[in-house]
């Protein structure tokens, strides 16, 4: 199991930033500039498109030899190889932690080392970060966010059940135990679903983790060069049974048991669904797509289990693709920096933090929680501390429980093949929330078994 992961505390501005890209033959209609393409540009529909479109003008004013192109590309596993394959990755994308040594070795990262120890931030991240985007001693990420999972609770359902404290706050359950508890009263109270997790699209097996680790569940580990699944154990079957006993023994859960994470942020946004596990600085969607109130939003750390309170590390991080040129990596590097992605703060990038940070409280987004910081400069994190507290817009009670960083066992996702066996586990927990009878112990014994075989028994030595 992973060890806890020891960073610094800082308070974090909730920002939303465009990952910067190009394709593998840009069309320079200048000779004399460089050409790049942004994905993740956001559609005209959306609040952070004017500021975006107005970054991108300041950029190629301040850079008349850089020019930007947008892309709407969004990252997807099912969408990403052909792209690649086919030379139209964007320079600069965005990807999420468990993608990233998968990317590095099927060489569709530029190594971007030169321009990092250039900019100053080779040696500005903290070191179990930096694990996540190197390879041999060669950098080829930059992450962008960083999130740990919490438990998101929905204050109003709280209320309505009688979940309140003498001050106004709400009673979190602080173990597994609790939980199941607490969101039988809220159904009982409320009729509606009381906890949730999502049981489709691997993101059923994602949540699950945060469980199982609690419950002592290991699910892989190394000998002499070779991956093995180790999870076909009590541990692991006690983890599946709670979640059986969710469904069956407390009945808390929504009535559909295929579920995505869209199903339940619909179900939470609108008042049927009291608790799901979520990092606390990716309520913007909820707020701006389902029109929940950040008032109406709560959070908590994930409960305790019989190994302990162990949470989820994960993120995204922009990546430049292997087509691109020294310039292009250049280029990209200089559009992070000038929107505030690097390690380092001026006063322009003050200004454009503060601008953001202003922007999204007056969006009604929720700025104030204290997070864990990427990058290990002291003015950085001073800065987003400060700005935090400036324009915090949230009744901080609601949300220190889950900033006890300190009592909880942090863990990045698993090191190998973490998707496919969220798949797996997928059809785990959609098993025993359909199937009453499901056999618990056979659905975790086949499940390791399949792992293995399908999986773990295939990776090449290149992926070791």
């Known amino acids: 199991m992973k060890k806890i992961l020891s960073f610094a505390l800082a308070a974090a501005v909730i920002?939303?930033?465009?990952?910067?890209?190009?394709?593998?033959?840009?069309?320079?209609t200048d000779p004399s500039k460089t050409v790049i393409t942004i994905a993740d540009w956001p559609s005209e529909e959306n609040k952070n498109y004017e500021t975006m479109q107005q970054y991108k003008a300041d950029?190629?004013?301040?850079?008349?030899?850089?020019?930007?192109?947008?892309s709407p590309y969004v990252y997807a596993t099912d969408t990403f190889l052909p792209?690649?394959?086919?030379?139209?990755?964007?320079?600069?994308?965005?990807?999420?932690?468990?993608?990233v040594e998968k990317i590095?070795?099927?060489?569709?990262?530029?190594?971007?080392?030169?321009?990092?120890k250039e900019m100053g931030m080779a040696d500005a991240l903290y070191d179990n970060i930096r694990d996540v985007v190197e390879k041999d001693g060669r950098i080829y990420g930059i992450p962008q966010q960083?999130?740990?999972?919490?438990?998101?609770?929905?204050?109003?359902?709280?209320?309505?059940?009688?979940?309140?404290?003498?001050?106004?706050?709400?009673?979190f359950p602080t173990t597994y135990e609790e939980l199941a508890n607490t969101a039988k009263i809220i159904k009982d109270k409320t009729g509606k679903a009381g906890f949730a997790i999502p049981t489709t699209t691997n993101q059923g097996g994602w949540h699950f983790m945060n469980i199982a680790w609690s419950f002592g569940v290991e699910f892989m580990k190394q000998e002499e060069g070779k991956w093995k699944a180790t999870f076909d154990t009590e541990e692991c079957i006690n983890a599946l049974q709670y979640v059986k006993d969710l469904k069956w023994k407390y009945d808390v859960l929504p009535s559909n048991a295929f579920l995505a994470m869209g199903d339940l942020e619909t179900q939470f946004s609108t008042d049927q669904l009291a608790m799901y596990f979520r990092p606390a600085d990716s309520t913007s969607t909820l707020i701006s797509t389902y029109g929940i109130s950040k008032d109406n939003i709560a959070y908590a750390r994930v409960p305790e289990g019989s190994a302990g309170r162990f949470a989820q590390m994960g993120g995204t991080v922009y990546m430049i693709s292997n087509s691109a040129t020294p310039e292009q990596i250049s280029a990209c590097g200089k559009w992070l920096d000038f929107i505030g992605q690097t390690a380092t703060v001026d006063a322009d990038?003050?200004?454009?933090?503060?601008?953001?940070?202003?922007?999204n409280s007056d969006n009604g987004y929720m700025v104030g929680i204290k997070s864990m910081p990427i990058w290990s400069t002291p003015e950085r994190n001073a800065?987003?501390?400060?700005?935090?507290?400036k324009y915090c817009n949230i009744d901080r009670r609601f949300v220190e429980d889950y900033e006890k960083y300190e009592t909880i066992t942090i863990t990045p996702e698993e090191p190998v093949k973490c998707q496919e066996l969220y798949s797996i586990l997928d059809s785990c927990i959609q098993s025993v929330l359909t199937n009453k009878d499901a056999d618990v112990a056979q659905l975790v014994h086949q499940?390791?078994?399949?792992?293995?075989?399908?999986?773990?028994?295939?990776?090449?030595?290149?992926?070791?």
Request: net charge negative.
């Open 83 to 99: 792209k690649a394959m086919s030379g139209q990755l964007p320079t600069l994308y965005k990807t999420y932690y468990t993608e």
């Open 146 to 171: 960083l999130y740990v999972q919490g438990l998101m609770c929905n204050i109003a359902l709280f209320k309505e059940a009688g979940l309140e404290n003498a001050d106004g706050t709400i009673q």
């Open 349 to 359: 990038k003050e200004e454009r933090m503060e601008s953001d940070c202003k922007k």
């Open 383 to 389: 800065t987003i501390e400060r700005l935090s507290e």
């Open 15 to 28: 920002m939303t930033a465009a990952g910067c890209g190009g394709t593998k033959t840009a069309v320079q």
């Open 447 to 464: 499940a390791a078994s399949d792992f293995q075989t399908n999986y773990l028994d295939k990776i090449r030595d290149d992926e070791m």
């Open 104 to 116: 590095i070795n099927s060489g569709y990262a530029a190594d971007i080392t030169d321009m990092m």
């Open 59 to 70: 950029f190629e004013a301040e850079n008349p030899d850089i020019s930007i192109e947008t």
